[in-house]
């Protein structure tokens, strides 16, 4: 089993910089891939982007390439999303996913453990 937390959600304005981080309990984390999704009020949850096991390979959705940074620190088992250039349309809860495969995983299914969700708002 394992439990992931997402932290460092809040209010921002847009053109602002907000940096997650999803903290996982176990002791395999680098045999899992990870995403990052986010739904907004009234819509469906979306994928934002996801990362290899190892780090190497990285995935984004086009709505937020040249944005965000998908980003893994295995010695600590935590992934990172850096966003920058944030945009009212950003404004969702976001959710860190856990594979149990090592590549990068795309879609929602395919991922077993999911976080519990951070806020993120970006005003106008």
């Known amino acids: ?16 910089s907000l ?37 190497a390979i990285t995935y984004y959705a086009d709505s937020v390439k040249g944005r965000f940074t998908i980003s893994r620190d295995n010695a600590k088992n935590t992934v990172y999303l850096e966003m920058d250039s944030l945009k009212p349309e950003d404004t969702a809860v976001y959710y860190c996913a856990g594979g149990l495969a090592s590549r990068v995983i795309l879609t929602a299914f395919e991922y077993r453990y999911w976080g519990q969700g951070t806020q993120v708002t970006v005003s106008s």
Do not use: D, P
């Open 1 to 16: 089993q394992v439990h992931l937390v997402e932290s460092g959600g809040g209010l921002v304005q847009a053109g602002g």
């Open 19 to 55: 940096r997650l981080s999803c903290a996982a309990s176990g002791r395999t984390f680098s045999a899992y891939g990870m995403g990052w999704f986010r739904q907004a009020t009234g819509k469906e949850r979306e994928f934002v982007s996801a990362i290899s096991g190892n780090g």
